[in-house]
């Protein structure tokens, strides 16, 4: 009988590559939410609040295998996420199951290079201790109340459907007028995670819980790549070169003192700054050797998903298909 994993925050970026990746693996699955907006089927939904304590106990009930991927918009996280999170760990008292934690890179400072399961988590910015409170209160209920409990960390998010990321609404957010939008210097390297892949990750980890300990916390390398590797693989796939142009971050400080969501956005700037890997020999070895998308083909998927119609006929016309050969 095949397992059974629910998915908290099924409408999420995490929530629908993890679902349809334990999908394509033969899980049945289970997405939580407080609608369904997903565009697939192949899975279970069950309606509810995350506050509420006894709807995410309704959700997990026949579950093997929890994957946290609640989140909230960035002005929301004073209090708010916190909360969220403890509600998650009253619900997986006592249960047996394992939970899986969409965990990122906020938890160390900047002058972390090489980001490691076992390094010291000194955070930049309020964001990175909330983050921080949250995995050692995730940590804290495994140790002590009857369940497993997995920090999955990736860097920055990107993937066809992906919509809301770096990419898109960096990179990508002048394809129309033919431009690349570098939010970085273009040589710094930053921490990439394609979605399709760590969705799977996600999913191999659940499946191998058995052998793991009671709390884990395993980090996802995915692309560690500058802004001009990103740029060169996007000329590659359009149909002309795209000017590169710098993105305006001046604008956003103006935007900013009337947008919360831009003001919050501003202070994690630093990340575009400082060159930061995530490494874990451990959870190479639970991927398996050849894990992963190639770089410039994820890079190809994910700018064939935003270009414009008009671009994407000129590909049509050119017969660019070789882009993802």
């Known amino acids: 009988m095949a397992d059974t994993v629910t998915i908290l925050g099924i409408n999420g970026r995490i929530g629908q590559f993890a679902a349809k990746a334990f999908i394509e693996a033969g899980w049945n699955v289970v997405g939580f939410g407080r609608s369904n907006k997903t565009a697939f089927d192949g899975f279970s939904f069950v ?76 955070p930049e910015t309020p964001k990175g201790e909330i983050r921080k409170r949250m995995e050692e209160a995730l940590k804290a209920g495994a140790l002590n109340h ?63 819980r058995d052998e793991l300990n009671t709390f884990e916390n395993l980090h996802f390398h995915g692309n560690f790549v500058t802004g001009n590797e990103i740029a ?27 947008q919360p969501v831009i003001r919050e956005v501003i202070k994690m700037r630093y990340l575009w700054k400082s060159p930061q890997e995530l490494l874990d020999p451990k959870l190479d070895a639970i991927l398996g050797a050849g894990f992963g998308t190639p770089f410039e083909r994820a890079v190809a998927e994910t700018t064939l998903a935003l270009l414009p119609a008009a671009e994407l006929e000129k590909l049509k016309t050119m017969k660019r298909t070789s882009v993802l050969a």
């Open 47 to 122: 309606q509810g609040d995350a506050i509420q304590l006894e709807d995410v106990k309704r959700a997990i009930k026949d579950a093997d295998v929890v994957v946290h991927a609640l989140n909230l918009p960035y002005d929301q996280w004073e209090g708010e996420a916190e909360r969220l999170n403890d509600v998650v760990i009253e619900a997986m008292k006592g249960t047996g199951k394992t939970l899986v934690f969409s965990a990122n890179v906020y938890n160390f400072a900047a002058s972390v290079a090489k980001m490691t399961p076992d390094g010291v988590q000194n």
């Open 146 to 208: 009857g369940f497993k409990a997995f920090m999955l960390r990736a860097g920055d998010f990107y993937g066809p459907g992906a919509e809301g990321s770096w990419f898109d609404l960096g990179f990508a957010m002048n394809f129309k007028k033919r431009k690349i939008t570098l939010p970085c210097d273009g040589q710094t390297k930053h921490t990439w995670a394609y979605l399709p892949d760590l969705g799977r990750a996600f999913e191999k980890v659940a499946a191998k």
């Open 232 to 258: 060169d693989a996007i000329q590659r796939v359009v149909p002309q070169p795209y000017k590169v142009v710098n993105l305006p971050w001046w604008l956003f400080s103006v935007v900013g003192v009337f």
